[in-house]
């Protein structure tokens, strides 16, 4: 069954606490990307990586950390350093990151604050 | 300022019916343009990907149309089903220093009522 598995569903943060959001793909892509969605709004990039042991910031990369020591894997780390959490994060994959590759997504999990 | 902008922001038509969303843009350079389908609390699937050169492309009951000059797409539904409720996000690409940058909508949340 190939695709893009997040975990948790659901995850509660407390205050000060760091959390690591799981992404994993089985379609030996090569990028992978991680989104914000909050409400009204679109899609934010938070990083993305076009290959192993490499990432670049995307567009609201403060408060969050990511690493990529796998092409399966690409986990983001939700700091204590990032105020307002609270949003729906998706991540994504692509076969590289030319224009004519679509971006496939997972599931995506629901961060929320105690 | 790379903007994507999508109306309405949320539609309700009854089962059977058409309708049609639209897409506005100011992006550069423009690569593509691509509709994506959001269920509730799920990751976006893709529907179309069109380039400069395509004005329109279909996947089933789901037409898009491109007007490259005045900047413009739509996304028409036909005969839409119940299962057609959802958010449609427009999300335009460019392409620029190796990197294939997605600025996403915001969405037009569609619910179909029998």
């Known amino acids: 069954d190939g695709g893009i598995t997040q975990s948790p569903k659901y995850l509660f943060r407390k205050e000060g606490q760091n959390v690591t959001l799981s992404c994993e793909q089985n379609?030996?892509?090569?990028?992978m990307y991680w989104y914000r969605q909050d409400p009204g709004q679109g899609l934010r990039l938070i990083y993305y990586?076009?290959?192993?042991?490499?990432?670049q910031k995307g567009d609201i990369a403060e408060g969050y950390s990511v690493s990529r020591e796998k092409k399966e894997s690409f986990p983001l780390t939700v700091t204590s350093a990032q105020k307002n959490p609270t949003a729906f994060y998706l991540c994504?994959?692509?076969?590289?990151?030319?224009?004519?590759?679509?971006?496939?997504f997972g599931a995506g999990t629901r961060l929320s604050v105690l | 300022k790379n903007q994507v902008e999508q109306s309405p922001q949320s539609l309700i038509i009854l089962e059977g019916k058409n309708c049609t969303l639209q897409?506005?843009?100011?992006?550069?350079?423009?690569?593509?343009l691509r509709w994506y389908k959001q269920d509730t609390g799920r990751g976006p699937v893709s529907l179309t990907i069109?380039?400069?050169?395509?004005n329109t492309k279909s996947n089933g009951r789901y037409t898009a149309t491109l007007d490259a000059d005045t900047k413009q797409s739509s996304l028409h539904i036909t005969a839409s089903q119940l299962s057609d409720s959802a958010s449609y996000i427009c999300?335009?690409?460019?392409?620029?220093?190796?990197?294939?940058?997605?600025?996403f909508g915001a969405g037009t949340r569609l619910a179909v009522h029998p």
């Open positions: 999300v335009v690409s460019s392409f620029s220093g190796g990197y294939n940058k997605l600025i």
């Open positions: 379609l030996n892509h090569d990028a």
């Open positions: 069109m380039t400069f050169s395509e």
């Open positions: 990586s076009q290959i192993v042991n490499d990432f």
């Open positions: 994504a994959s692509s076969k590289e990151t030319m224009p004519k590759n679509i971006q496939y």
């Open positions: 897409c506005n843009y100011t992006v550069s350079p423009f690569s593509n």
